[in-house]
């Protein structure tokens, strides 16, 4: 039985605070708290909102904090987890900008405001700004079209453009927009050429040496003399290993130009495991930033998401201290009370009930395969409303949801997967084109989930794994004051569950729709649950954290050897931070031990994210489209063939559904048990991995040809090392990980013998 319960508009709490300048608009509650936290002495912020409610004017509360109460910010940097959401931010921001002044100049990615406000709070104070407000977009796809527009010769080259038309113009507040990548890469001083980034992380990773290096300087901050000469030493080895002291100003510029102190993180919890080190370690490295700076009180971090990282949190709570964590909660209020702004219209949920062979989290997730089928039978009832999204979990099954409408209806889907669509369906172009007006059915996955915020989206099926991508998903249709319909994939065995906990009731406010979800779904999708543990407190995770705080340090001493006394306050973090993440004598001996030197193994590790992808063409009659993909996704969601006549590539057929868990085992022949155990709990390139182990020793397959294209590193566990100790948790865990495609396991007669981690 179809139950169908109408949820009430979400709206938020008005504030007092107004802006005038080219229109007049009135802050949310939540935004003038914002705003209150940049003249607090807090340093950090988790802010947790619903999705539309505006969180991005976080970006702008530390100017408003200048007019209102004095402060001195010079901008902001916003950094987004993909490259659509950060070109769509661009273009709100440049939307919101366009309400508070005039357009002075623009070109590409780079964007300057003469801005003119007048600021009233509460208490009938009126403050005023007048001033130019610049707006950057640093993506790699956008500095490639400035650097073809300006005849650039390098991505380097066209930052120091930005840089000089920056100052040119005299920009009193920057906002950057971008994803984490370059400021990583900045702030870490990892930003330099391949060769040369090779030899510092060859160093970085040296056993205890960056730390020894930094307690030792420490101990001689009494005796200037003796530090000087020191530091000398180190500048010298380090200078052996870069570009020289002349290019590291030029980076030291461009980082100080570009990267504004705020720090804003949006949609934090959408990140995976794999980012999460890298994700701590940009944090720590704006805390080291900070302490270099004259004006430390300027350097703040704001984390947005629907579900805050309990895990950052601890980390930033146990280096910088409880005081300086401030939390943000907005609730939704009723639409009926006085001063109010609507998030998002009523909207009719349709708990639609779908047979799954498995109870508990695996149930939410096979769901995905009744998607085809679900879209075949609303496919009507789709084009009535116009503009539509269909979230699913799968490449597959969301093309195959496409294919079955496009087939009953005629109309043309937009599939926005990751993978490039098929021809004849639209792909991301289309979201743009018709972002607010239009007829548009989009049909995707995550990769759509943080794409173009589309506006008047008026109908969706979701499928949704756990609570918080329910809330993240249901979010994306009916904001503002639009209403909407979503009909909602649940297991059969749980649709009774809801309508219970709702009371069979006609009429529910969303929190009571949230909450009765609450009682059967998963919080937390169970493979960012289990990643966490591996990722954050094994040692390969420490790794990630450490490298990009170890190389900091080393280029500090070349950048600051005239000045060593400055140094102090960040070394003294870089060592607390140390023993706080547990930078022990074991993890220092596995790194010597376990570790591949490989400069290839090396700087994946450092890379901010997840990286191994593999070219791919698909072929439809006479047509093709080349593209990009994680070699998992490809492997388990299409027929493929692989070709090597010039050049290694995928050819990609029809979608086939396959078991994720089976795609990514490899067979043994003949297991060595002892030349196994021998490489338990290392990092190695693939290649080398297969090399030692015998290549007759594995049964050939597609994932071993792919992953010894790509040679990505890997670590390796061996699941029989100690069965009786803390290992045996390491391997139930990566187990778990392998039913969700996470994890790559050897096997032999049904046995498994190891388990390895792309990295």
Known sequence: MVYTVEVEPVCVELGEIKIRGKEEFTLRRFQEELVGFFSSPRIYLFLSAPTGSGKTFTLLAPLFSNVLYGTRYDGALGVYPTKPLTADQFESMKFTLGKLGEVKSEKGGVVIYEVNIEVESGDDRVASYRGKVGLVLLTRDNIEKLRESMAMESGRSVLDAVRRVLIAEDVDYLITLAVPEYPYLMLSHMYRSHHDLAKVLDLASSGKIVLELAEKALSLMENEDELRRYTLRIAKMVKKLVEGRTAERELADLSSALLPPVLFFDEFHTWSFYELPTAAALVLLHRLTSLMSTRREMYRVVFSSATPNQRILDIVRKIAGESSVE??????????????????????????????????????????????????????????????????????????????????????????????????????????????????????????????????????????????????????????????????????????????????????????????????????????????????????????????????????????????????????????????????????????????????????????????????????????????????????????????????????????????????????????????????????????????????????????????????PVYFIYTRANEKTAETNRVHLLETLHVYGQAIALKHSGDTYAYMLLL
């Open 327 to 712: 939390k943000v909660e907005v609730n939704p209020v009723d639409c009926g009370r006085g001063s109010v702004a609507m998030v998002k219209g009523r909207t009719m949920v349709e708990l639609y009930p779908v047979e799954t062979n498995v109870y508990g989290a695996l149930a939410w997730i096979e769901v995905d395969k009744s998607l085809p089928s679900v879209v075949e039978s609303k496919a009507e009832e789709i084009v009535k409303y116009e503009r539509a999204m269909i979230l699913g979990r799968r490449v597959y099954s969301v093309e195959k949801a496409a294919e079955s409408f496009h087939r009953k209806t005629g109309k043309t889907p937009a599939v926005v997967t990751g993978v490039v669509p098929p021809p004849g369906f639209y792909g991301k172009d289309a979201l743009v084109e018709r972002r607010a007006t239009g007829e548009l059915y989009v049909f995707g996955n995550y990769a759509v989930e943080l794409g173009v915020d589309l506006q008047n989206m008026r109908y969706s099926i979701v499928v949704a794994s756990n609570l918080g991508e329910l809330v993240q998903r249901m979010g994306r249709s009916g904001r503002g004051n639009v209403d909407s319909k979503s009909v909602v994939l649940v297991p059969r065995c749980y649709v009774d569950e809801v309508t219970k906990k709702l009371k069979s009731r006609s009429t529910v406010s969303y929190r009571e729709l949230v909450e009765a979800f609450s009682w059967i779904m998963p919080d937390e999708h169970i493979v960012r649950k289990l990643g966490n543990e591996v990722m954050l407190y094994w040692n390969i995770g420490k790794l990630r954290v450490y490298l990009p705080l170890a190389t900091h340090v080393l280029i500090l001493f070349l950048r600051h050897m005239d000045k060593p006394m400055d140094l102090k306050p960040v070394l003294q973090d870089f060592v607390n931070t140390a023993s706080v993440l547990m930078f022990n004598g074991e993890f220092f001996s596995w790194i010597n031990c376990r570790v591949s030197r490989n400069p290839e193994v090396l700087v994946e590790l450092a890379a901010f994210r997840l990286s191994p992808t593999v070219p791919y063409t698909r072929y439809i009659g006479e047509e093709h489209v080349d593209g990009e993909a994680n070699p998992v996704t490809l492997l388990s969601n299409y027929d493929v063939e692989l070709d090597t006549s010039g050049g290694f590539r995928v050819v990609i057929g029809k979608p086939s559904e396959k078991s994720v868990k089976n795609v990514t085992e490899i067979n043994l022949n003949h297991p060595n048990r002892s030349l196994m155990l021998s490489l338990n709990d290392t990092v190695l390139p693939f290649k080398l991995l297969l090399e030692i182990l015998g290549g007759k020793r594995l049964v050939n397959n597609a994932l071993i040809r792919v992953l010894k294209e790509i040679n990505a």
